[in-house]
């Protein structure tokens, strides 16, 4: 799982948030399938070289949301999720990225149109092809 969270010690986003976003991304598409072990507190803790409690914190609030499950004994699993709950979780972490981006677009005073625009552009470039 280390090879798909990326965890930036210098952000101002809290190291706990940065892992349950990454889990969230990686159970929402597929990368973690329903049913697979992720790595115990300790081993990511040791892996990200962060406190286990932090990594705690981020299992917590996931299985508080229903994306992960303990099975005591046997470890921490990617739950089973319905497409409702995976849809659910994609608009709240595509809701979260555009408001990161329309933040950043009016701090920057980018008008409506030219942060459409932009957005547009990115879409089409990071297509496979530059199709839409």
Known sequence: MKQ??????ASAVPIWRQIEDGV????VSGR??????????RELSRTLRVNP????KAY?????????????GEGTFVAELDEEQLASERRSLLA?????????????????KEALEILRNSWVQSTEGGRE
């Open 4 to 9: 798909f969270l990326d965890i930036d010690p």
């Open 32 to 41: 973690l399938e329903p049913g697979a072990p992720v790595l115990s507190v």
């Open 53 to 56: 409690a932090t990594v705690s």
């Open 96 to 112: 979260g990225g555009a408001n990161t981006f329309v933040d950043l677009a009016r701090d920057l005073g980018a008008t409506r």
């Open 60 to 72: 917590q609030l996931l299985t508080n949301a229903g994306l992960l499950e303990v099975r005591r």
């Open 24 to 27: 969230r991304r990686l159970v």
